[in-house]
């Protein structure tokens, strides 16, 4: 976007009905790299693309876990998700202490809302550069949300921001109508499959990306929110990657057995 | 959604506000005990005022959202003021209106968090609480029994009796509850209890209700009496065989 004269200050309209540094703010989120969450009726799923400053150094960390039942990938500024992060883990334990029982995540999805909104609405405060998407489990089921820097969120069944997350969104669009009914493996093939669009023709491996779990048995056991590790992470890549090329090879061999096309 | 209650200081400025320190206006024992359906939870409706039975027409049972049940002994205007904490609970909690609510277990830690931190500003709510409830969870019907004091003890049991119930009718609880009673023999069990409350306990009336909590709803009858006896011979001519003129 553009400079312009109503953008010096968060608390300043412009005459289109606008606030441009919450639309800025939302922006970074779009610098950040990717992550894409989506979810059944009893497990969510989260994966980020991992992006290290250069060679030498150690990825970002873009996935929180946030409380057992609950966690977090962010794209932005990744010092701001931090602090958030920092702040949700404290509702949630807050929570549990008064009520020994799992903050509900459409409650904890409001409350950093709540949070993002005064920071547009105080000329002393700037708002927060990152977007997260929340994962978590409670009474009445899985639940992904999305809360941008605007203070506003919403329930997804399936998302993806950050860089490239178009590529991603197209790819979950085709495919989120059966989410639902999806097992979580099944749902962790589709998240990295998803990042794996927004990588662009860079090798998928488990050294570029993040996945995270967490849901419900169905013997009603809970499964917490945990990153899935390097190893798991490799093999399903692997898994997918035999499921991929088989198909592609039985049809070059169809093609080399028809006739020769025409010259003319 | 939150924040418990506020402690005793209501005064704006200098002066500390106190309140209870002895409870006036008080209601005797409480029983409970979980069976087939849920919980059942019984009291008489009297609260007294020191040694004079004052009010009789008391109601010691309240219903607490869709799926508890909070029955009081101690100080009654105390128990007011929790209801009146419960309320305002219950209210936000139902204004979300997204699908998820207190379970008796999140009421009763939440009772917990406010009765100790009262007791450790040394102006305790000066009752002793019974929460019982039933809530459907991953693993099916979840029945939840417990208790809180007005110090901040806390814990769980198939069967609570508050008051003089602790003495008087636990011991029966312990040798006649068994799991998955039915309501008829939940209720005949309760009325053995509350009957040795009414013969021994002085503060008790003859004038109870019973509630019970399943996954429909609360229930909370209406009072009725139970019958007593009191043809014992010694009874008949207390002075029979007293000296003197009187």
Known sequence: ?264 | MGSHAEGGSQAAGGGQTQRTQYPYVTGTSVIALKYKDGVIMACDTGASYGSTLRYKSVERIKAVGKHSLIGASGEFSDFQEILRYLDELTLSDHMWDDGNSLGPKEIHSYLTRVMYNRRNKFDPLWNSLVLGGVKKGPKGDEKYLGMVNMIGTHFEENHIATGFGNHLAIPILRAEWHEDMTFEEAVKLVEKCLLVLLYRDRSSINKFQIAKITTEGSTIYPPYSLKTYWGFSHFENPAQGAVGSW
């Open chain 1, 1 to 264: 976007m553009f400079r312009n004269q109503y953008d010096t200050d968060v608390t300043t309209w412009s005459p289109a009905g606008r606030l441009f540094q919450v639309e800025y703010a939302m922006e970074a989120v779009k610098q950040g790299s990717a992550c894409v969450g989506l979810r059944s009726r009893t497990h969510a799923v989260l994966a980020a693309a991992n992006k290290a400053a250069s060679e030498l150094s150690s990825h970002q960390r873009k996935v929180f876990r946030v409380a057992d039942h609950a966690g977090v990938a962010l794209a932005g500024l990744t010092a701001d998700g931090r602090v958030l992060s920092r702040f949700l883990r404290n509702e949630c334990i807050n929570h549990s202490f008064v009520y020994e029982a799992p903050l509900p995540v459409s409650r904890l999805a409001l409350r950093l809302a709540d949070k993002a909104q005064v920071c547009t609405q105080r000329s002393w405060k700037r708002p927060y550069g990152v977007g997260l998407l929340v994962a978590g489990l409670d009474e009445t089921g899985a639940h992904l949300y999305y809360n941008c820097p605007s203070g506003n969120y919403f329930e997804y069944q399936a998302f993806a921001i950050g860089s490239r997350s178009q590529a991603a969104k197209t790819f979950l669009e085709r495919r989120f109508k059966g989410y639902n009914d999806y097992t979580p493996e099944q749902l962790i093939k589709d998240a990295l499959s998803a990042i794996k669009e927004t990588l662009q023709g860079d090798k998928l491996t488990s050294s570029n990306c993040t996945v995270a779990i967490v849901g419900r048995k169905d013997d009603g056991t809970i499964e917490p929110f945990e990153m899935i590790d390097a190893k798991r992470i490799q093999e399903i890549i692997d898994s997918m990657e035999i499921a991929e090329e088989a198909p592609a090879v039985a049809s070059s061999m169809e093609e080399s057995s028809d006739a020769a096309p025409m010259d003319i």
